[in-house]
């Protein structure tokens, strides 16, 4: 796992890394002309150029452990395949005090963070303290229960499939929608609308929907997480224009695009068992519909009736309430 992470706390290591991808990409003569193969290069491209320059670092799950205290958890797992039982001892000793040390040093910090929050009311930290310390190992491993159609618990493995099956095949299966008379006359008396530009994006266009993914979040199957594009935004906005003018004149989105990584939990209700997910976008996918959103939302604003002011820039949901 590259630690992409390291590219925002070392602005050295963010200019190193834009470099070599700027390099990588100046070898390349030009995108090849079919989509699927183009973004096949741009994607084994970034991912080339990030390995080369970002350490990999393991998933530490107790992230209260010090990286130097993993090591010795290494250094006396070797000792023991080697039948070094003196060497053994001595790490375990070590391993303990510094693993007290980590610890302490670890629940001083989340307090101190809490305590910051607090005094400039802000309530996250503390908030995410008292999570993180009121989680118990065994009641994240219970598994949840799955209920029938009928409010009956699913006992066996068989029965949860099916269900799973039979949820999914409700969801995702609709009867056909009935023709509009009215809808399909205005469709086709529709014109091109001259307020929408259908010009192809530029790179300044591209560059702004790269400032737009937020750090932190996974990635999509592609395995590009957002700090490798933020951080190389020069040449990496550079190769997706060349990129998205190919999409644009052909009309046609790589195939891996439609992909997504759904992470899913379960919620059991009485009667219908609900299924909340986090689908994981490919970034370079959120950033072509950045761009395509900002061709269109200027005609989508002109054209909105009042009452559609959700999830709108400058008006706020909870002001339309307030004021109702």
């Known amino acids: 796992m590259l630690n992409v992470q390291s590219l925002i706390a070392d602005d050295n290591l963010a200019t190193q890394y834009s470099v070599a991808v700027s390099n990588s990409f100046h070898a390349l003569d030009s995108l090849p002309d079919d989509i699927d193969t183009a973004w096949e290069t741009v994607k084994v491209t970034i991912i080339c150029a990030a390995r080369d320059t970002l350490r990999s670092h393991r998933s530490n799950k107790r992230a209260l452990l010090k990286e130097d205290t993993l090591k010795i958890v290494d250094k006396k797992c070797e000792a023991r395949l080697q039948s070094d039982h003196s060497e053994n001892r001595r790490l375990k000793g070590i391993f303990k005090a510094r693993a007290k040390a980590d610890l302490k040093e670890f629940y001083n910090a989340m307090a101190d963070e809490a305590e910051t929050g607090l005094r400039k009311h802000n309530l996250h930290p503390a908030f995410r303290a008292i999570k993180r310390l009121s989680k118990h190992p065994s009641a994240r491993s219970r598994s949840p229960v799955i209920l029938a159609v009928d409010g009956s618990s699913c006992s066996s493995s068989d029965d949860i499939i099916e269900r799973w099956r039979e949820h999914y095949s409700t969801t995702l299966n609709h009867a056909a929608a009935t023709q509009c008379a009215d809808l399909d006359a205005q469709a086709n008396c529709a014109l091109p609308s001259s307020d929408i530009s259908s010009d192809p994006p530029n790179v300044e266009e591209v560059a702004k929907a790269i400032r737009k993914l937020k750090h932190s979040w ?77 061709h ?19 008006r706020s949901m909870m002001d339309a309430i307030l004021a109702l």
């Open 296 to 314: 269109i939302e200027p005609l989508l604003l002109a054209h909105r009736r009042p009452q559609q002011s959700g999830f709108t820039r400058s």
């Open 218 to 294: 996974a990635a999509g199957p592609d395995d590009i997480h957002p700090e490798l594009l933020t951080c190389a935004i020069g040449p990496i906005s550079s190769i997706l224009h060349a990129l998205f003018l190919k999409v644009w004149s052909s009309g046609l989105v790589p195939a891996e695009w439609h992909d997504c990584l759904s992470i899913q939990g379960e919620r059991p209700t009485k009667s219908v068992f609900k299924l909340p997910s986090n689908n994981t976008i490919l970034c370079p996918g959120k950033v072509f519909a950045h761009v395509l959103l900002a």
